[in-house]
């Protein structure tokens, strides 16, 4: 098995003895964070493209590679950037395989270090699709983690279309799914629920 074949939430609930909740808003109270020009220029002119062209890929290169570059410029590029990498954490659980994007609250650029924070699995056009995989790679995280003597509270996750950005958030053996979707023309408060984390754990 790898991340892949946890395509529902029964079975990564199942895999991993998790309880998933589904009715909380858990940005609500999250500060915005104002875009760059780089990145609102950035945006008005790829998000047509992308949604034209309407693949994986576009959407991933057009749209969410530059919002997530965006965290790290922002935080001054102190955490750690990673797309596409693989991340082998507990092969026999399944926890193996290759992670869209992972972001770290370390600087490394070669190899993924603990802490990982954040994980953002990037699908075309079906949110829901993503969110078993996204969860199983939350579980990785927290799991490295551990294991890398660096345990943290809270690890989080973003399924996203791009377009479409859908938020969550795992401690100990409870995922919270947001009950609401963001949508890219709110790239503030994505911005903010993205670089929150990290706010967090160096204040």
């Known amino acids: 098995m790898a991340y892949s074949d946890f395509t529902t939430l ?14 909380i808003d858990l940005f609500a109270d999250i500060p915005e964070v104002l875009p760059s020009s780089h990145l609102d220029t950035s945006l008005n002119e790829n998000i047509f493209l992308a949604t034209a062209i309407n693949t994986e890929k576009a959407r ?32 026999p659980a399944g926890l193996s395989g290759y992670c869209d994007y992972i ?14 924070v954040t994980l953002a699995e990037a699908k075309n056009e079906s949110i829901k699709s993503g969110l078993g995989q996204c969860i199983a790679e939350m579980v990785a995280a927290q799991l490295f983690n551990q294991q890398q003597g660096e345990a943290i509270d809270s690890i989080y996750g973003a399924v996203t ?13 409870r995922v919270w799914i947001d009950k609401r979707d963001y949508f890219i023309n709110e790239v503030s408060q994505i911005l903010g629920i993205l670089t929150m984390p990290f706010n967090l754990m160096s204040g």
Request: a negative charge; proline letters at 3%; aromatic letters at 10%.
């Open 10 to 23: 029964t079975k990564v609930r199942e895999a991993f003895g998790l309880v998933i909740k589904e009715s």
């Open 103 to 116: 972001l770290t609250a370390s600087q490394e650029s070669y190899e993924i270090r603990s802490p990982v």
């Open 60 to 91: 991933s290169e057009l749209i969410i590679t530059p919002v997530l570059l965006e965290v790290r410029r922002i935080l001054n590029f102190q955490i750690g950037f990673f797309s596409g990498s693989e991340f082998n954490v507990d092969v």
């Open 161 to 173: 279309t791009g377009t479409d950005w859908k938020f969550l958030k795992l401690i100990d053996k």
